[in-house]
C-alpha cells in the first residue's frame, strides 16, 4: 500500500469527485455504481456505448477534454463466455486493446488523480499453480480458448505499471474471478456458464422439458464472486491501494461445473435430468486465484454462492425482458 502518496488514497472521502464509470450498464459497472450511489457518491459521469464508442481515440480524448473527470473505472470491455471467446477472437484482441489503451491514455493526458483498470483471472497459465498468486502471470501458455482476450487484459495491466513508472500516474489493477449477479448477460451462447444455466434451467421448468443440456464434462473447477462482492472490492482498492502489482479478486471457494449445475437446478426448481454435451470444451481445469494480498490489505467477500445464486434468480424473474 503506497502511504506515501495518500493524498491520491483519499476516495471515500471526495464524495462530489467526477467519476468516470466506463461501461456502466454492464454486470460490473452497474454494481459499481449502485455502490458508488450507495456510498453517497453525487458525481458520476456514465456513457453509454451508443453515447460514446470507446474503441474511438478521438472522441474519447474529447469526452476527456470536456469533462475531466477525477477518477476512472474501467468496466467497459467486450466480454463473453469459453464460445465467444473461442468465435470471435479477433473482436476479443482489438476491441479490448482499444478501448483500455484509449481510456487509460486519455486519463493521464487530462489529469484524473487515479485509475482502475479490471482484467481477468484468464490473464494466467492454464497450468498455472493453485491458488494462483499474482506473480504466475507470464510463468507459462495461455488457456487457448481466451488467449486473445487474455492478451488484451495482460497488456491492460502491463499498461497501468508503465504509466506508473514513468509518469507517475495513478493506475491499478484488479483481476476479479468468474463474475455473476444482476445485469448479467443471459445470451443462451455467448454468456458464461452461470447466467447460461440459469436461463437453460428456467426455460425447461417453465416449458416442462425433462432434459437441460450443459456443456463439457463437468469436472473444470471455477471460483465464483457476487458482482456485489466485486463493487465493494473495487471501492477498497480505489480507497485503499495505489501499489504497481495487480490484485487478484476472488471468494476463495470454488465448485466444479457439475455441482455448479446442480446447484442452478435446485435454486431455479427444474426438475429434470443433465445431459452432458462433452463435444463443448472445458476450458481451464482450474483456476483458483490466490486472494490473499487484498485479504492482507483488510476486503474479504461476503456474498454465499447459494445465497447469490438465489438473489441472481430473483433480479432474473423481475427483470427477464430486459436481458436482451
Ligand atoms: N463477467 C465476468 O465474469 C467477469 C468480468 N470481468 C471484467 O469486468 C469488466 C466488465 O465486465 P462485465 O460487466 O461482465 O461486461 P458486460 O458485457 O456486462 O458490460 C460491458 C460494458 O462495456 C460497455 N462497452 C462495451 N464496448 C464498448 C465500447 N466500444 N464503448 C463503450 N462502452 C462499451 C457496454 O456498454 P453498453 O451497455 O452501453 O453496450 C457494457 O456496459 C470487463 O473488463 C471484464 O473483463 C472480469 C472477470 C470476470
Ligand atoms: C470469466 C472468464 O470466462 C471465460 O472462461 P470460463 O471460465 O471458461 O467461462 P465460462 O463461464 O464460459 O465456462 C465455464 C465452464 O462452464 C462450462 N459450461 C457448461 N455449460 C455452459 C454453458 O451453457 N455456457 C457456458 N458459457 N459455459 C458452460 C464450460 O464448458 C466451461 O467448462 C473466459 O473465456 C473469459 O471470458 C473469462 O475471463
New binding site residues.
Given amino acids: 500500500m503506497g502511504d506515501s502518496n495518500k493524498d491520491s488514497c483519499s476516495f471515500l472521502s471526495e464524495k462530489s469527485a467526477k467519476i468516470f464509470v466506463?461501461?456502466?450498464?454492464?454486470?460490473?459497472?452497474?454494481?459499481i455504481v449502485r455502490k458508488l450511489l450507495s456510498l453517497g457518491f453525487t458525481n458520476l459521469l456514465l456513457?453509454?456505448?451508443?453515447?460514446?464508442?470507446?474503441?474511438?481515440q478521438s472522441d474519447v480524448e474529447s469526452f476527456f477534454a470536456a469533462e475531466k473527470p477525477s477518477y476512472v473505472i474501467?468496466?467497459?470491455?467486450?466480454?463473453?463466455g469459453i464460445h465467444a471467446n473461442n468465435t470471435y477472437p479477433a473482436e476479443f484482441i482489438a476491441?479490448?486493446l482499444?478501448?483500455q489503451t484509449n481510456v487509460i491514455d486519455s486519463a493521464f493526458r487530462y489529469g484524473v488523480k487515479k485509475l482502475l483498470?479490471?482484467?481477468?483471472?484468464?490473464i494466467y497459465p492454464k497450468f498455472a499453480p493453485q491458488p494462483i498468486p499474482e506473480n504466475a502471470l507470464l510463468t507459462g501458455p495461455l488457456e487457448p480458448t481466451n488467449e486473445w482476450?487474455a492478451i488484451a487484459?495482460i497488456a491492460g495491466i502491463k499498461m497501468c505499471q508503465a504509466y506508473q513508472i514513468q509518469y507517475k500516474f495513478n493506475a491499478i489493477s484488479g483481476?476479479?474471478?468468474?463474475?455473476?449477479g444482476p445485469?448479467?448477460?443471459f445470451h443462451p451462447e455467448n454468456s458464461?456458464v452461470l447466467p447460461a444455466l440459469m436461463r437453460r434451467f428456467h426455460e425447461a421448468k417453465v416449458n416442462g422439458a425433462k432434459e437441460v443440456v450443459v456443456w463439457g464434462t463437468g469436472s473444470p473447477l471455477r471460483e465464483f464472486l457476487h458482482?456485489d462482492d466485486?463493487a465493494d472490492a473495487v471501492v477498497f482498492m480505489m480507497d485503499e491501494y495505489d501499489g504497481l502489482e495487480h490484485l487478484n479478486v476472488g471468494s476463495g471457494k470454488e465448485v466444479s461445473i457439475k455441482e455448479l449445475a446442480e446447484l442452478v437446478k435446485e435454486v431455479v426448481g427444474f426438475e429434470g435430468e443433465l445431459v452432458w454435451d462433452s463435444s463443448k470444451p472445458d476450458g481451464t481445469p482450474r483456476k483458483l486465484m490466490d486472494s490473499s494480498k487484498l485479504a492482507g490489505l483488510g476486503w474479504r467477500a461476503k456474498i454465499e454462492l447459494r445465497d447469490g445464486l438465489a438473489d441472481t434468480y430473483k433480479w432474473y424473474l423481475e427483470n427477464v425482458k430486459q436481458c436482451w
Avoid: W
Avoid at 75 to 80: C, D, R
Avoid at 117 to 122: A, T, V, Y
Avoid at 175 to 180: D, H, I, K, Q, V
Fill in positions: 466506463a461501461g456502466h450498464r454492464g454486470l460490473v459497472g452497474s454494481a456513457r453509454t456505448h451508443a453515447e460514446l464508442d470507446l474503441t474511438r474501467v468496466a467497459a470491455a467486450k466480454v463473453g476491441i479490448n482499444q478501448i483498470f479490471l482484467g481477468s483471472s484468464c482476450y487484459k483481476m476479479p474471478t468468474n463474475l455473476y445485469n448479467d448477460n458464461h458482482v466485486l
